[in-house]
């Protein structure tokens, strides 16, 4: 058995694909990109080219328990990490190596999200093992960064230090959601990357630096060790995952550490963070539309995406750049550069109580 | 028990309300006007101000029969009459008139569509009323003409003679949708009125303009005398009604006899002809939009109509002059001034052969 293991992660809501992702139906459950798969789904298939499906578990959300098997029917109960609450991912990154390490106290990990999408796989695959293989060999905590093309500020940068070490290199900062002119200069200096968020290392390498970093998560979740992978460990969780910072990979490890790595990476990688990426990375008719629903008849429609789900049949005129996006129990019909208004959208229906739409 | 009775025409589809209205629903069955009644409803209870409810009849096609019932279940079977096929309206009042005149050889009687809207009931119960004292005394075919408020080229007018009897005024002629400039010069002269549709006269009086302008259709439906409100009338309708020729009453009667009159009327009327005629009748909120749907938040829209059913929730930015017509199977989006593009629309999608949504 090869002692290389798969984390997914797979608790949040993906918020900014509301009104399609809601609080009882994330952003990784749906079909986003109309190809009669899930993103969770996409992403498992992925990981079935790295390693045995029994060696790939899911850190989800324990309302999402039930989604997950259903979705991905071949994963036994023991795969299914489920979180009492939402603590970012620190605590979700420790839980899942405690029980990995418990498994195989030689387990090296990749811990990804569930929801991005990835074009390239046989890329990916490649850099994976490339990257699994560096993991193994040092106590190294390896992040994938995407080759940037263009200068998003949305994203997270990666600066490393250009000399080579078969391909991996040493992790010089983290930045943050970069203004605009920050971001330019990045991709113009060749030594920035995007932060996936895709991580690779051994569990010993990971709960060390916990152990180092973020002592207090790893002393809540290592207070009874044995109980992992038995009947005890949900009891155990449920009661002591809450108590775990709130706090994310990022801040509590990765910014902290100073044996973090990177593999300069593309394979056809997006977050897949809004509904603009989405058109963004979709097939697109010649009108610049993506129009995923079953029945659609378009005129005057250009740089627009258009989403209906049961059938529907969608007729629409003289929409431009246009999103529309129809869900059963809400209609959406928004400017695309306005999207980033779709938070304050849903904060407006949380203020009206009109909680059964989101 | 007063002579006075009323027939309401039930039997169209109402098809430049699609996607709302279909062949399985048609218009005079939805609530339209966001009241919380359908127009046929609305249609019957203001009849009701006029007779007692015995003596309102319904005239529709066989396939709307159980609609009816649901939607009016006061009226007995004997009053719902179903046409096996649609040959359009002077069939449909030969035969209305027959069976009334069966009842009460003395009928004095309305016949009026079910899918209109009248704002000012009174004024139009007050001007039902005095057509039928007319028509109780002459041999007169009575139609209300509704004083023109535009230039409208969507509607039949009618010239009428301005010298004055009562009010009541003869008939000149009748000219069908005419051009802009002709509309524009018949609103300016005074003498047009708009050909609401609205009939009154004595079964008698009717029955004598069949037998002298429209004889076959009077032949083929009263061939049986005896049958009307007897068990074997819907045999024998079923089997001659579709033999009739299929012409409007204006073509086969209106237009060729010379004792028709007519009313110059004011009571709020529109024929609801379309979504944008549905527009110009409703509230407005202060953006001029037309909201009938339960929850909606809009932003930057103006001059639009939004209906969506079921509790949808509609979230639109950034539309003018638009309809937005959510029906659970269809989603409509579509400039409000090229409203007329859905015959073609429809047309389209029989051709697709997507006929589920027709």
Partial sequence: MSNIYVAIMAGGVGSRFWPASRESRPKQFLDIMGVGKSLIQLTYERFLNLCPKENIFIVTNGMY??????????????QILCEPSRNNTAPCIAYAALKLHNLDPDANMVIAPSDHIILQEKNFIDTLNQALSFSEKNNALVTLGIRPSHPNTGYGYINFEANDQDGVHKVVRFTEKPPLEKAEAFLASGDYLWNAGIFIWKTSSILNAFQQHATGILKILNASPDCFNTPNEQAFIDENYPKTERISIDYAIMEKANNVFTI??????SDLGTWASLHNESEKNEKG???????ALTEDVTNSIIRATNGKLVIAKGLHNFMVIDEGDVLLIYPKDNEQEIKGITQNIKDKNWNQYL
């Fill in 264 to 269: 300069p990476s593309d394979f056809g990688w």
């Fill in 65 to 78: 328990k039930a989604l997950v098997k259903e979705h991905l029917p071949d994963l036994t109960d023991n």
């Fill in 289 to 295: 539309n993506v129009i995923h629903c079953k029945y």
